[in-house]
């Protein structure tokens, strides 16, 4: 299978917390370059069905079919004008950060934040040789980049980022994007499992003063609540300045396509976390690893999509601020198959 690709970089010159003000940058263009990719033996082959419940769900199958289809389909949304500005992202210093690099087995693995990331984290620190296995890691020590020995794509120079782009094996994993933004909600607003206290008290309150309808009743204090994170969100100017406000914490909320540049960068996998637990062992194959590292265990029925959660959270919400919500992660829906939410829009 081949995939041909085109790419402009921008690299800005200020940090990342001043992305959305990017006014000095050098352009660096990438000449057209053709991706052989390069997939395990298929074996026999056997038809894959796409379930109609749920988003994305695929039952046994021939993976490698399965993938390929993925691929035409992500550059097939890729091609539609009419959606550009929602697939398209200039692949600068914000995407390279999210782009952690394996050198020794030339892996690259685009981050996607709720999406099961921490444990594909884990299988590339033993792949690099920090650890032996991925259960001896310290929970503590995947998130902290500086002692992970995860280097990231933008810690390199161009002439390193650019071969690493046109030759490593890349992929990156998606979920539905309304369940996902559920996930980083209860994360990072209700349960904060790694006690980040700047999500309670300095981005929560930033939104229930902008976006919260009612005041009468210390709003603050009772907490931000689902409905003021999706009118922020749906936002599609105002949110612009609390988002500078925040700096890198909103990579948990930020969409596929502005975190990997799907369009821009050619990956040779896009995984489902609605099917990691057939996709994750296609993965190790696909980059040649499975002999070297396993993905970790997967708790049954985590991974499955969840309606009824779904609604429980959109409960209450008006179809005006769904929409506008959905008009902004359209680009993600159609990008991944993932269906269009009609039980919510109407």
């Not at 490698?64 to 550009?84: I, M, P, Y």
């Not at 981050?111 to 590339?124: D, R, S």
């Not at 006690?195 to 976006?211: L, N």
């Amino acid at each position: 299978m081949k995939s041909v690709v085109a790419t402009v970089f921008q690299f800005p010159l200020n940090t990342f917390s001043d992305y959305a003000e990017r006014t000095e940058m050098f352009v660096w263009t990438l000449p057209s370059v053709t991706m052989n990719l390069q997939w395990p033996d298929k074996g026999a082959s056997q038809p894959y069905i796409l379930s109609s419940v749920g988003p994305s769900v695929v039952e046994p199958i021939d993976w490698q079919s399965v993938n390929e289809k993925r691929l035409k389909l992500l550059a097939t949304v890729c091609r539609n004008s009419s959606l550009w500005n929602l697939t398209h992202t200039t692949v600068g210093k914000f995407v390279l950060d999210r782009i952690f690099v394996c050198d020794k087995h030339k892996i690259l693995f685009c981050q996607t934040p709720k999406v099961g990331n921490t444990q594909w984290k884990k299988v590339l620190i033993v792949l690099n040789g920090k650890f032996s296995k991925v259960e001896a890691i310290p929970e503590n020590l995947v998130h902290d980049h500086e002692r992970n020995g995860l280097p990231r794509l933008s810690s390199m120079t161009d002439t390193e980022i650019h071969q690493r782009l046109n030759s490593y094996f890349k992929f990156f994993i998606v979920r539905d994007p309304f369940e996902r933004l559920i996930s980083a909600f209860k994360d990072k607003f209700v349960k904060n499992p790694r006690f980040e206290p700047w999500y309670k008290h300095d981005i929560a309150p930033a939104i229930i003063r902008k976006y919260r309808k009612s005041h009468h009743d210390d709003s603050e204090s009772v907490g931000l609540q689902f409905e003021d994170f999706v009118r922020y969100l749906g936002d599609k100017s105002g949110r612009q300045h609390l988002d500078r406000q925040f700096g890198d914490h909103i990579i948990h909320w930020m969409t596929y396509a502005e975190l990997c540049a799907p369009c821009d960068i050619a990956y040779n996998v896009v995984g489902h976390h609605e099917t990691l637990e057939r996709d994750a062992p296609y993965i190790l194959k696909a980059a040649g690893i499975a002999d070297l590292v396993s993905y970790p265990n997967i708790p049954p029925g985590i991974t499955r999509y969840n309606r009824t959660k779904v609604e429980r959270y959109f409960t209450g919400i008006s179809q005006r601020d769904v929409r506008r919500l959905y008009a902004r992660y359209q680009g993600d829906f159609s990008l991944f198959d993932y269906q269009r939410p009609a039980f919510l829009l109407g």
